[in-house]
Structures are given as structure tokens and as C-alpha cells.
T-cell receptor, first 114, second 113 residues
Framework: AQKVTQAQTEISVVEKEDVTLDCVYE???????LFWYKQPPSGELVFLIR??????QNEISGRYSWNFQKSTSSFNFTITASQVVDSAVYFC???????????FGTGTSLTVIP | DAGVIQSPRHEVTEMGQEVTLRCKPI?????LFWYRQTMMRGLELLIY????????DSGMPEDRFSAKMPNASFSTLKIQPSEPRDSAVYFC???????????FGSGTRLTVV
């Protein structure tokens, strides 16, 4: 079975604080891909990052960083020095190597308070 | 590339009317997905096509919903008759392969009154 769990439904932080969004996944596939998408108030779904199951190196892109740990089946997302523009719903997703299906988490709504 | 194009962006219709949502995937992408997003259920996969063929429609809620993909560059999602509980944002997405990630359209916000 494929499943993605985002236990944090809503998070509020004050601007400039760091915040980590949790993502835990389940899969029996040995090869799979993990993703994060951002959905700002305007509604579109924006791709942020893709990571394959063989690459456990952490990735940093500006204020964004991702921590992938196969041992705990987690793919957490950290925003450093949060800004109001980071306010959005963030979705974690899993795609097994076979087939084209995505499995989305339920999303975490992040509010950054000025 | 213009990305995945959905139309209309907003649709307001009366209960019982037929509604047709349209999607143009990214050229070259061979898989197309229709999702519905509501506060209660989050993102739900309705149906997906691979090479224009419906592969999995188990997410289609009822017979009132139907989807077609007559060619590689166009798909429709039709609701007939529409009901207030169909009010949601409907997203279309396309991909060359799932592990590349999906590209989503801007969505159609449907309101059935």
C-alpha cells in the first residue's frame, strides 16, 4: 500500500521563525519518488522538489531545505527565516517507480504572521 | 510551453445543469489526471488517462461524472446533472511519467447553486 501522512494540519509561525513540515510515507516499492508541492492562496499547485529513493542527501534551495531519511520513511521540509509569502498549503506526495499514480498527503496549512 | 491549460477558471451553474470542464495537457505528456479538491476530502484523484486511454476511473464519484480524452491534447470532465455537493476546485495535471512529477493546471472553481 502507498500512503503519505502529513500529521500537521495547520501551523502558524511568526515571520522570521524557522518551521518544519513533516511528511511520513509508506511504500513497499524499493524505487520511488517523493515530492513537495506548494498551494498558495491563489490556488495553483506549484512543484517544489523531487527526490528519488536512492538519494538521501539533504537538499537546500535558498531558504528551503529537505531532509530525506529512509530509516524513518520521512521527507521533511524546513523553511528558514519564514516570510509572509510562504503562507500556503504544502503537500507531500509519493510516486512509485511503476505506474504514474501520485499519492498525496492531506496537506499542511502554513500561516506566517507578520 | 504554456503549461497545463484549464477552462473555464470559474463556473457557476444551477443544480441540474450540465457542466463541462476542459483541459489541454503539456505537449508530449502522455498521462493526464483529473483531481477534485474540497476542504473536507482534500485532493482526490477522479480518473487518469495514459496515452488517451482511461486507466483508472475508480475515483469518479458517480455515473453523473464522465471524462473523455479524444486525443493527446484535449480532455473533458463532464458532470450531468450537477449537484451542489459537486462544488469544488477541479484540477487537471499531466506528466510524461509519474516520477517526473505532475504539472498542474490552474484549476476550475465550480460552484453549483
Amino acid at each position: 500500500a502507498q500512503k503519505v501522512t502529513q500529521a500537521q494540519t495547520e501551523i502558524s509561525v511568526v515571520e522570521k521563525e524557522d518551521v518544519t513540515l513533516d511528511c511520513v510515507y509508506e511504500t513497499r516499492d524499493t524505487t520511488y519518488y517523493l515530492f513537495w508541492y506548494k498551494q498558495p492562496p491563489s490556488g495553483e499547485l506549484v512543484f517544489l522538489i523531487r527526490r528519488n529513493s536512492f538519494d538521501e542527501q539533504n537538499e537546500i534551495s535558498g531558504r528551503y531545505s529537505w531532509n530525506f531519511q529512509k530509516s524513518t520513511s520521512s521527507f521533511n521540509f524546513t523553511i528558514t527565516a519564514s516570510q509572509v509569502v510562504d503562507s500556503a498549503v504544502y503537500f507531500c506526495a509519493l510516486s512509485p517507480n511503476t505506474g504514474n499514480q501520485f499519492y498525496f498527503g492531506t496537506g499542511t496549512s502554513l500561516t506566517v504572521i507578520p | 510551453d504554456a503549461g497545463v491549460i484549464q477552462s473555464p477558471r470559474h463556473e457557476v451553474t444551477e443544480m441540474g445543469q450540465e457542466v463541462t470542464l476542459r483541459c489541454k495537457p503539456i505537449s508530449g505528456h502522455n498521462s493526464l489526471f483529473w483531481y477534485r479538491q474540497t476542504m473536507m476530502r482534500g485532493l482526490e484523484l477522479l480518473i487518469y488517462f495514459n496515452n488517451n486511454v482511461p486507466i483508472d476511473d475508480s475515483g469518479m464519484p458517480e455515473d453523473r461524472f464522465s471524462a473523455k480524452m479524444p486525443n493527446a491534447s484535449f480532455s473533458t470532465l463532464k458532470i450531468q446533472p450537477s449537484e451542489p455537493r459537486d462544488s469544488a476546485v477541479y484540477f487537471c495535471a499531466s506528466t510524461l511519467a509519474g516520477y517526473y512529477g505532475y504539472t498542474f493546471g490552474s484549476g476550475t472553481r465550480l460552484t453549483v447553486v
